[in-house]
């Protein structure tokens, strides 16, 4: 229980009538990069809110850090690290005196701020804006905001992350790097929540993932087990000797989609090898083999099959 | 309190950012409205010189209280706000109080400007029968409670653009109720000034407990 950063216990939030949880519970343990996932209106953003301690349940304990978040400490805010739908900025002054002024308000110095600033956001817009502002925050682009918060939201090396749609408008270099900041703060012990629709970034950052569904959090098995099927494709020829050929290395149906042979299979390692001698001996071209990027999309839906059939 | 200093910090800079057509609108209103006076002395269509300070604290605060209150909720900020670190009762009365002082010195402006203009026409008294000090003192009354007021109106109103207009409404009732009770009662005219302290504090804690609530981050109107 000591281990645990997050202790949901039997939650139930309703506004009006509507009820968003019935009973809702969840824990999560220190150093866990947690990742929700949910359908629209699912009410993961009201989750977020509570724990934040910007909604209070009507019933059920919630504990994040050892604190009640409804408490509303100060000192509760300051060991975490928040990211919400808006960047939060103040339009109208530089990146640097926004950054300046949330660093303060969670105690951190300038100097602590800067040297931030120079080891984790060298080499990009944001590190040249706070070292020499040029432009107010409202003349920056979506992104820009975007990196802005997350560069606050890791400031001070909180010990919790809590972080909704992280990677909404962000190009390819500001991905990389904020998958990096958030496998550091991993490594030195922070607990992340990340709520996304873009499941490739859950699947690559989380070591859990929970879906909301039917008022709940199931939690969805993300273990990779090589005794059960996994989706992948092979991109080569339109021929049906293909489809035979991978079909006598795997039970389930070979399909030709997008321009792929796509299939389930069990044991990869030494199944795919055996499949790609096997085309290659009969004289096909193999453009690419690789496993499907929508694992975690599968098995949500899997699980989404298996809750309406219960 | 450092908090506090905190919120008044960002919020200046925040008002200082802003474009400059926003300064000209407020030099543009402290030069107009400084003749009122003026007027007055002149036996003009102002009836009461220390009222239309009052309602001047209306436009001056109403707006500020508009931006400084809303334009976060609006676009959803609050949250951030109120996860930074800072304390609740920080960024409230930090907010309440930058709102005052902002009014506080437009008005200081608007009455030396008036004083000019009374000092260059000659005339002496600037409000007949009432003193320099109680219209000043009726302005930062006022201007407390429209402060106050907004507060607490940015969290219960679902369309808290409407502020300025709550405002009016708010300070004609203290008024009606001051003039009301002095056709029964004989009464001093601090105790308007009184009156609209009282309503001051009333809002202030109405906005504490609100401020406290889930109302603060509900969906608002446009």
């Known amino acids: 229980m000591q281990n645990s950063i997050v202790d949901v216990d039997c939650v139930t939030k309703q506004f009006g009538k509507n009820v968003i949880f019935r009973d809702c519970s969840l824990t999560i343990a220190k150093g866990t990069v947690y990742g929700l996932v949910g359908l629209n209106g699912s009410g993961k953003t009201t989750f977020i809110r509570i724990l934040l301690g910007l909604l209070k349940p009507q019933k059920g304990i919630v504990r994040v850090l050892g604190h009640d978040p409804w408490s509303h400490e100060p000192s509760f805010f300051k060991k975490m690290g928040v990211l919400l739908d808006h960047d939060g900025f103040s339009g109208n002054v530089s990146a640097r005196d926004n950054i300046l002024f949330f660093g303060k308000a969670k105690g951190i110095t300038l100097s602590q701020i800067e040297s931030y600033i120079e080891k984790q956001w060298n080499n990009t817009f944001l590190h040249s804006e706070f070292f020499s502002p040029k432009k107010k925050v409202k003349y920056f682009s979506r992104g820009q905001k975007m990196q802005c918060a997350i560069c606050r939201a890791f400031l001070g090396e909180p010990q919790f992350l809590v972080l909704d749609e992280p990677t909404v408008a962000l190009d390819v270099d500001a991905i990389d790097h904020f998958y990096s900041l958030v496998k550091q703060a991993r490594d030195t012990g922070a607990t992340i929540f990340i709520s996304s629709h873009h499941l490739s970034a859950i699947e690559d950052l989380c070591d859990c993932v929970g879906l909301l569904r039917d008022k709940t959090i199931a939690n969805v098995d993300c273990t990779h087990n090589d005794a059960l099927p996994q989706p992948w494709f092979i991109r080569c020829d339109h021929d049906d000797l293909c489809r035979t050929t991978i079909q006598s290395q795997c039970l389930s149906p070979v399909e030709f989609r997008d321009n792929a042979w796509r299939f389930d299979i069990v044991n990869p390692q030494t199944a795919i090898p055996a499949i790609v001698a096997s085309l290659v001996g009969k004289g096909f071209n193999i453009m690419e083999v690789a496993p499907e990027q929508y694992v975690l999309k599968e098995k949500i839906r899997l699980h989404n099959a298996t809750a309406g059939n219960a | ?222």
């Not at chain 2, 959803?76 to 996860?83: A, F, P, Q």
């Not at chain 2, 009432?130 to 006022?142: P, R, V």
């Not at chain 2, 109103?157 to 409404?169: A, C, E, Q, T």
Request: charge should be positive; glycine fraction near 10%.
């Open chain 2, 1 to 222: 309190m450092k908090d506090i200093v905190a919120v008044v910090k960002k919020e200046w800079h925040g008002f200082a950012g802003s474009e400059k057509g926003i300064f000209a609108i407020y030099i543009i209103l402290i030069f107009v409205w400084s003749f009122l006076p003026l007027n007055n002395s002149l036996g003009s269509f102002a009836l009461s010189g220390s009222i239309w300070w009052l309602f001047f604290s209306v436009i001056v605060t109403g707006n500020f209280a508009s931006s400084i209150f809303v334009s976060e909720r609006l676009n959803g900020s609050m949250e951030i706000l109120l996860t930074s670190g800072l304390s609740r009762i920080g960024v409230l009365a930090g907010k309440i109080l930058f709102v005052v002082i902002m009014s506080v010195v437009i008005g200081i402006l608007c009455f030396g400007l008036s004083l000019c203009w009374v000092f260059f026409s000659g005339h002496s008294g600037l409000f007949p029968g009432q003193s320099f000090a109680f219209a000043f003192l009726l302005y930062l009354s006022g201007t407390f409670m429209n402060a106050t007021a907004g507060a607490w109106m940015s969290i219960r109103m679902s369309s808290p653009r409407l502020i300025p207009f709550v405002n009016i409404l708010l300070v004609g009732i203290v008024c009606a109720v001051y003039y009301a009770l002095s056709g029964l009662i004989s009464l001093s005219s601090w105790t308007l000034v009184g009156l609209l302290c009282l309503a001051g504090c009333i809002f202030c804690f109405t906005a504490i407990k609100d401020f406290n609530g889930e109302k603060i981050i509900a969906p608002i109107d446009v």
